[in-house]
């Protein structure tokens, strides 16, 4: 009991002294600007598809779902202004990170692991690579800044989605909607849900990473190591959204 | 470096459209708090401004043109509100506008609503001040309706008291109402009157063929007459004569009627006697 204490709690030791070591080489040089772009188009680029089809879909069934409430209450003409804030604050950024979390995390989980497996990670560091700030840097960076951005097409896909649900049962026109949209929206909504993500974005690197680099030897770990990252990401990525919202509530 | 540039510029425009979608809609945002673009400001004195707040919307003729930027009290009784105001309204309005507040719809925000004044040409400088109309506060119209209500109260107790004595009460009013006796005493009573002034207005009409009145009556058509000669006069003389003919035959019909009222009196007199036998006799 009290050894399995101790393991849980090195663990999260281990795991926190990996993240500050993010910090420290991140302005270490050398700069890998090439491996950091193409993570940036893998993670970023490719992740865009899934983002854009789950944030249409997000936006028509929010619309249609809250679409009865709001008619009983004969308030029918906020519902772009609803539709969008639940989106921008909400939904966007904890639908994509989970996205994220399930494609980017378990993905590089699994890279890692299987270099960390087949030693290629030591062999790294032999010939004066610091697979660190090749491997791990570029990617929680690249996750960094490309989660944001993928949140901001979610966000648009969202409220085109959105448009479409309304037309199903109504007739508004497009330019209309979106000033229905911008009068309901304030700084207020998208900035602290924009850091927000931010912080997603490095979680979701930082745990795949992990779990990844401290792989243990053999073939089955790469598997325990790439699930273990999707779950630990998505789970983190909750705690987050509760502790920024927690803390955008107290202070705004 | 082909294979590169394969996916850098996808990467660049995936995150070109990305910024840029975040850039608008800030801008657009910040568009509609009157961030950007030329403003104005203008203040204005309330005694109190219930529950105004900033960020709210400032109206006028019914469009937003504006919010309220700051609420401060400058001393005990009177708060100074600043609002920013788009620069393309400015012409519109003048320096004897009047601000106001009130709300919108029946669980909105509140509103500032600035109404234009009748006579200034002068449109409003930077930094103006504009005066402002008191909005009606709930606790001055519970005020004026605590007022009536109390006026309602004493009046209500008065007819309470009416309404008793009329039931209760022995006045002449109340027997009146209460007491069949009473209401048929009154209606002789009325019925007497109304034979009595019967007779009276026949001794008028005996007293005007009387002979010491009839001068004086008489005196009377006689000028009437004149007015109408006078009127006549104007007219072609062909009608004067016949007016003159007219007036002749009416003086001769005029003293045969004089003959049957003499009669009439007679019979009359006799009749108002009678009643006022019977009279007597109830």
Request: aromatic share 10%.
């Amino acid at each position: 009991m009290i050894l399995s204490l101790k393991n849980t709690f090195e663990q999260i030791g281990n795991a926190t002294v990996f993240a500050k070591r993010f910090f420290k080489e991140v302005f270490i040089p050398p700069y890998e600007v090439k491996e950091f772009l193409k993570q940036c188009y893998y993670i970023g680029y490719k992740s865009l598809p899934l983002v854009a089809i789950t944030g249409f879909i997000m936006g028509l069934v929010l619309t249609l779902q809250s679409r009865p409430t709001l008619v009983k209450f004969g308030a029918e003409s906020w519902l772009p202004g609803m539709v969008a804030l639940s989106l921008i604050r909400e939904i966007a950024p904890v639908i994509t990170a989970l996205i994220c979390a399930g494609k980017i995390s378990s993905g590089i989980g699994a890279e890692l692991g299987s270099m960390k497996v087949t030693e290629q990670i030591d062999a790294m560091e032999v010939s004066a690579i610091n697979p660190y700030n090749y491997l791990v840097v570029t990617r929680i960076l690249a996750c960094t800044l490309m989660v944001p951005i993928l949140v901001f097409f979610a966000d648009a896909i969202g409220i085109i989605g959105g448009y479409v649900g309304i037309n199903i049962h109504g007739d508004v026109n497009f330019y209309r909607y979106l000033t229905q949209i911008i009068q309901s929206l304030e700084f207020l909504d998208v900035i602290p849900a924009t850091i927000k993500t931010f912080f997603f974005g490095y979680f979701i690197g930082m745990i795949g990473c992990y779990k990844g680099f401290n792989a243990s030897n053999g073939t089955e770990s790469v598997g325990r190591a790439a699930n273990s990252a999707v779950v630990t990401a998505s789970l983190s990525i909750f705690i987050i959204d509760m502790v920024a919202v927690q803390i955008t509530d107290l202070f705004f | 470096m082909e294979k590169q540039s394969g996916y850098t510029w996808k990467l660049g425009m995936f995150v070109t459209i990305g910024l840029l979608l975040f850039i608008m809609a800030i801008y657009f945002i910040g568009k509609q708090k009157n961030l950007f673009g030329s403003t104005f400001n203008i203040t204005s004195q309330f005694k109190t401004v219930s529950g105004l707040e900033v960020g709210n919307n400032v109206r006028f003729s019914g469009i937003n043109i504006g919010t309220v930027e700051e609420i401060r009290l400058i001393n005990d009784s009177s708060v100074v509100v600043s609002m920013v105001i788009k620069d393309e309204v400015r012409e519109f309005i003048k320096t004897d506008a009047r601000a106001s507040i009130g709300s919108d719809g029946l669980m909105g925000d509140k509103v500032l609503t600035i109404s234009p004044g009748m006579k200034s040409q002068k449109s409003v400088e930077n930094n103006g001040a504009i005066a402002s109309i008191d909005g009606v506060e709930m606790a001055d119209l519970m005020k004026s309706v605590k007022k009536s209500v109390d006026n309602i109260g004493v009046i209500s107790d008065e007819l309470a008291i009416f309404s008793h004595s009329m039931n209760n009460g022995n006045g002449a009013l109340a027997r009146l109402v209460r007491d069949d006796k009473m209401a048929n005493s009154v209606s002789n009573t009325l019925s007497n009157l109304e034979s009595g002034t019967k007779g009276f207005s026949e001794n008028m009409e005996a007293a005007k063929s009387n002979f010491l009145f009839r001068g004086y009556f008489k005196k009377k058509e006689k000028e009437k007459e004149k007015k109408q000669e006078e009127l006549k006069e104007k007219k072609e003389e062909q009608q004067e004569k016949a007016a003159k003919e007219k007036e002749a035959k009416a003086k001769e019909e005029k003293e045969k009627q004089e003959k049957a009222k003499e009669e009439k009196e007679k019979q009359e007199k006799q009749k108002a006697e009678d009643a006022k036998k019977d009279a007597e006799k109830k």
